[in-house]
């Protein structure tokens, strides 16, 4: 009995004493959180394709294996339910993030070099929690009035590329009484309005649609803190829908914003942003301005300037950011080099925007899950290279060229240039694969393109 105490006692010690890499990961609705973190898990915790990762390639890593996880009030990413969608018979892309989760992988590593004989193996927990990127543009909000932000989603709602957008909330905003005394219908209906013009936002590709939770409620549905629209300014008296109004306003930055850079956000020491810079490529030259503007903030989230709200609470600072383009295998390998080079370029613009402060910053191209493969034809006497995959709708195999990326990324991302080009042609649209076949011989893990090098910049020096 003693003897079991003691060990629970030695493993506890243990287990305090083991590194935790706590690693964020986010992006708006879709860039493909679900799929990297199933990917990235079913490879590490089979060492499969994973070359780009030292500690896997130096063979260090010599057993991976999924625990609890350390906090127990955050839902656990439910990799088993995603792995099996995309490894099944038939394999789907699983259901997308909608909240946050959690997930322990714990590393069993020898040290490199001449260190590994002076000590055994030690264990490494990597933390990932998965987070929508929408709960992060919130960020905003909180140095911000109603007033203020009533005025800045009215301006914005005005401007040619989201006027057609805006048309039908702004259509029930002018029957808007803000003050009358409040009626939670219309209460509702005012939300609702204003939520279908955030949605409308974000499907045109375009960014800018806090509060995030209107879109990526959680089990927030419902509830009056998210049951609030923009109102023209005014000093509204008590007990009508202006006041209300504002006072769910604050109640939202106080009860839902707050909480969430404090107990989550601020525990975060590694973080990768996805982002799907092809879709806004995709969706024009506006898309890639907001874009830039919300790598923007992003980053100012994870370093904010001295004596701001955050940086009172902030527990610890994030040490590394990636951005990463996913759902590379769009493209040919040939033109990966110019995502990159275009999400470089967006880091670094958004760097000198944002007032930032330290955090190694790296951008990537990548696929987490690598769902065509690559051919080369000749159309009117010319090599054109192309992408092969099984389309999501039909089943069948279909060969596409999306577009030609610019080599140069100030020929898409130079304001002179804006609502110039098209770069990725209509043939992207019917881009919609399916995920492969995953016909998998133990120890390997899924196809992909470049997750062992994110995964290098993400936690490589601390495995080493
Ligand atoms: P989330 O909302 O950020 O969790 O996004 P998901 O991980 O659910 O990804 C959204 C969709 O993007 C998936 O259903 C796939 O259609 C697509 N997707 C994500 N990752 C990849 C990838 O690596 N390759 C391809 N071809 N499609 C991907």
């Known amino acids: 009995m003693l003897r079991s105490v003691e060990e629970a006692q030695s493993s506890t010690r243990e287990a305090l004493f083991d590194p935790v890499i706590r690693l964020g990961v986010t992006g708006l609705s879709k860039a493909g959180k679900t799929v990297f973190i199933t990917s990235l898990v079913a490879n590490l915790l089979n060492r499969g394709r994973m070359p780009q990762l030292q500690a896997a390639a130096d063979g260090r890593i010599e057993v991976a294996f999924l625990q609890p996880q350390p906090d127990d009030t955050i839902p656990r990413f439910d990799f088993e339910r995603h792995l099996a969608a995309l490894s099944g018979p038939d394999p789907h892309w699983p259901d997308s993030t909608r909240a946050i989760s959690q997930l322990r992988l714990s590393l069993k590593v020898r040290r490199g070099s001449w260190i590994s004989g002076l000590s055994g193996p030690r264990t490494v927990h990597l933390d990932i929690v998965d987070y929508p990127g929408e709960w992060l543009l919130d960020l905003p909000l909180m140095g911000m009035s109603y007033a203020d932000w009533s005025q800045g989603v009215l301006d914005g709602a005005r401007q040619p590329a989201r006027a057609t957008l805006a048309a039908p909330w702004l259509s029930v905003l002018t029957d808007a009484a803000p003050d009358a005394p409040l009626d939670e219908g219309e209460a509702q209906a005012q939300a ?3 939520t279908g013009y955030l949605a409308a936002v974000r499907g045109a590709g375009l960014s800018g649609f806090a509060p995030g939770r209107f879109l990526m409620p959680g089990d927030l549905e419902g509830s009056p803190a998210l049951t609030f ?17 504002e006072r769910r306003f604050e109640a939202y930055k106080r009860l839902v914003v707050k ?11 590694r973080q990768v942003v996805l982002v799907d810079a092809l879709g806004a490529i995709h969706a024009g030259p506006q898309a890639v301005e907001d874009l830039r503007q919300s790598m923007a903030d992003i980053l100012q989230a994870f370093r904010p300037g001295p004596n701001t709200w955050l940086s009172s609470i902030l527990g610890r600072r994030v040490e590394r950011v990636l951005f990463a383009a996913t759902k590379a295998d769009h493209l040919h390998h040939s033109q990966h080099d110019r995502l990159a080079a275009i999400m470089s370029a967006l880091v670094a613009d958004a760097r000198t925007r944002a007032d930032f402060r330290g955090a190694r910053t790296e951008a990537l191209a990548i696929a987490a899950l690598r769902a065509t493969v690559e051919q080369r034809v ?35 991302l130079a304001p002179a240039r804006k609502g110039a080009e098209k770069w990725l042609d209509d043939s992207y649209s019917v881009m919609q694969f399916a995920p492969p076949r995953l016909d998998l011989s133990p120890g390997d893990g899924p196809p992909h393109i470049r997750l062992d090098r994110a995964a290098e910049f993400l936690i490589g020096d601390r495995l080493r």
């Open 229 to 245: 629209a923009p109102l023209p300014a005014g000093k509204y008296r008590s007990g009508t829908l202006g006041r209300e109004f």
């Open 378 to 412: 000749q159309h009117q006497g010319e090599a054109l290279d192309l992408v092969r995959g099984r389309l999501l709708d039909t089943g069948k195999e279909a060969a596409l060229h999306a577009g030609d990326l610019p080599r140069d990324p100030g020929q898409l």
């Open 192 to 194: 609702r309005a204003f």
């Open 259 to 269: 909480p969430f850079f404090r107990d989550h956000f601020s525990r975060i020491d």
